[in-house]
């Protein structure tokens, strides 16, 4: 039996993680937008807004109409490194 919000919503799997420094350092490399959003407090949408106005706090990689995030990138800001 699948999982559901009240509205009828299956929950975001990114957004319920727990983000450990261990966590985000075992991503990779990059990760795409909404984990990223999701490990510094701020929801898709918020975050895609962000990203197009080039107000997201940390760089973002535009590859085709995907935004790319660099992991280290995200651990700088944390203040971890």
Known sequence: MATTTSDGRKPS???DQV???DAVRDLGVTTDI???G???GIGR???YDLAKTNEFPV???RVGRRYVVPVHAILKLLGVE
């Open 13 to 15: 799997r990114v957004q």
């Open 19 to 21: 983000w450990t420094i």
């Open 34 to 36: 909404e984990t990223a």
């Open 38 to 40: 999701a490990i510094l």
């Open 45 to 47: 949408t918020k975050a």
């Open 59 to 61: 760089r973002l990689l």
